[in-house]
């Protein structure tokens, strides 16, 4: 039953260090040296099946690294229910990897039978609140365990969202006990495609409930009236402005796991890994006493 004021969850046990979104080619050089990243992230559907070389590593790196699972398949936010077979698959991956987080999107991909492939966004209004909660606590019992919920990159607004994002995101995590997932290359992508500030919503987000943060690259395009239009593209570098971000959202949360995401035209490891070099960076250069925001009610 969804918790109208549950306390802030208790979040993951990934270190409050850098880490990597895993991918195949990089298996050899990741254990042959994988400094400074100290974790890596999965994407759960891409380890959904009976066996073969994928298990088989990834198995071998849970062995030295904690592991923190992705997925992007769930479409918490559709209206139709949870796909059950869908959840089988993920309570089976999560119950013999044993990961140090579980995280999901707030977005939908699934209308009628069909799924499409991205992420999509919801109006912030009560009737979304309620069917998200739902959904958030059907995954949770299934599972056993709090997962992480991600804010989205957003490309419009709804005129008839009631709620501003980060409200929502407060109000999810009170209800369900969820923690979450700040994406900071997402609330700059949103903060320039919607004309909000970013520093804004990083002050109003509930920081206390953040288990995990992300960064990736972004692409920049227009939108069909000319106007400049960010896309979250995980293909490139993280920007510095984002870098800078980051550090404004470290000196009010303290050290917490930071992830890089480079999930197309994936580069050599060198080049990953001076990413994560970069959020080392960031995390050891924190004020000595970085401030703490108060729980919320």
Known sequence: MTAATSPAPSLNALPAAPG????????SQILADAAPVQWLEIHAENYMGEGGRPLAQLRHLAEI??????????????????????????????????PASFSEHLAWSTHEGHFYNDLLPLPYTGAT?????????????AIG??????????????????????????????RTGCGLLLDVNNVFVSANNLGFSPQGYIDDYALERVGEIHLGGHDSDTDDQGRP?????????????????????????GPKPVLIEWDTDVPDWPLLAAEAERAAFALGHLPAEASRPAVRA
Not at 131 to 140: F, G, T
Not at 150 to 165: D, G
Not at 238 to 251: A, I, N, S
């Open 65 to 98: 690294f904690p592991i923190s699972v992705h997925g992007v398949g769930l479409s918490i936010g559709g209206e139709a229910a949870l796909d059950t077979a869908h959840l089988a698959r993920l309570q089976r991956l999560l119950a013999w990897l044993e």
């Open 145 to 174: 365990r709090p997962m992480l919920l991600e804010n989205p990159s957003s490309y419009l607004a709804f005129a008839e969202s009631t709620w501003s994002e980060p409200e929502f995101l407060t109000e999810i995590s009170r």
């Open 20 to 27: 990597v979104g895993y991918k195949p080619q990089h298996f």
């Open 229 to 253: 239009l960010l896309i979250d593209s995980h293909g490139c570098a993280v920007v510095d402005p984002v870098w800078v971000l980051l550090d404004y959202t470290l000196e009010r949360t």
């Open 129 to 141: 609140l309620t069917r998200v909660c739902d959904h958030i606590d059907q995954l949770q019992a």
